[in-house]
Each structure stands twice: as structure tokens, then as C-alpha cells.
């Protein structure tokens, strides 16, 4: 299971999918959670208190209807159990190994390295960072007119009330 090819093939899925809404994406994300807390096995058990949670679906009737339309538009398969209270079991579709999206996304990557690997930018671009050489002297900091650097008076009177 390539996860983020999968997360890719659902959103490409979406982008042709006109009835889905909100509660939707957000039920079928906190469903690719547990999912993924399953380790990706066919089928995962799941409960409804725990799912309206994480989806922030507050009424029932909206958690039951958008899983039955989750299930009905190919999305996942849903069983759902007799009793509230115990668990449902769910699979999801897997959208990674679908043709039309491995084609789309190996087709989006236009880089000149030989590597599939994803490079990931960690400069921090700060504007108004000083340098170093401002804040330190042979390695302590330097006094800010001639004060302590954290601006901090040593010579208080603590019998003075805050």
C-alpha cells in the first residue's frame, strides 16, 4: 500500500465526484486513519463514537447516511453491525493501483534526478534573523549595552511588593 499514492488517486477521484461534500471527505479521511492504524488490512473494524469524532460529524443521521453513500459511490464497503455500540466492519478501495492514476502520477514528476525519492526543502527562510556573530563573543553572548543579554536587572529588592 503506497500511501501517498493512494491519497493522490482519492483526490483525483474527487476532483470528478460533484456530489460529494464536506462530510464526506472528512469521514472517508478519519476512515484512512484507522485504516492506517490497521496496518492497511483488508478489512478493519470501527466505532461509530470513535469515527463521528474524528470526522467532527455531530448527528448521527449524517454519519449513517454518509457511509451508506460512501459505500454506495464505490468508495469503501461498509457492513455496519446490529448493535450501536459494537463495532462495524469497513474496507477501503484502494485508489493507488489504479491504471489511470499511476499513469497521472508518474507522469507529474518532471525532475532531472534518477532517484523517485521526494527532496523536502528544510531551510528556514527568516528574514530578520541576526547572525550569529551578533549574539556571541569567543562563545558567550555579548552584553547589549552593557547590560545582561536577557535584560535582566541582578541587583532587585525583594522586599518591594510586584
Not at 493507488?96 to 525519492?117: P, V
Not at 534573523?129 to 532587585?156: A, E, M
Request: proline share 2%.
Amino acid at each position: 500500500m503506497n500511501y501517498i499514492k493512494h491519497l493522490r488517486g482519492f483526490y483525483k477521484r474527487l476532483e470528478d465526484d460533484e456530489k460529494i461534500t464536506p462530510h464526506h471527505i472528512s469521514l472517508y479521511m478519519a476512515l484512512f486513519q484507522f485504516w492506517n492504524n490497521a496496518r492497511f488490512r483488508e478489512q478493519f473494524d470501527i466505532n461509530r463514537q470513535e469515527m463521528m469524532g474524528m470526522s467532527r460529524i455531530g448527528s448521527p443521521h449524517t454519519y449513517a447516511r454518509c457511509m451508506k453513500e460512501l459505500n454506495d459511490w464505490g468508495y469503501i464497503e461498509y457492513s455496519a453491525s446490529s448493535n450501536r455500540y459494537s463495532v462495524s466492519k469497513v474496507s477501503c478501495v484502494r485508489f493507488d493501483i489504479t491504471s489511470d492514476t499511476t499513469t497521472d502520477i508518474t507522469n507529474d514528476t518532471t525532475n532531472d534526478t534518477t532517484s523517485s525519492t521526494l527532496f523536502i526543502n528544510n531551510i528556514n527562510h527568516t528574514k530578520n534573523k541576526q547572525k550569529t556573530s551578533n549574539f556571541f563573543d569567543n562563545g558567550r553572548r555579548k552584553k547589549v549595552n552593557g547590560n545582561n543579554p536577557y535584560h535582566v536587572v541582578n541587583d532587585k529588592d525583594y522586599s518591594e511588593p510586584l
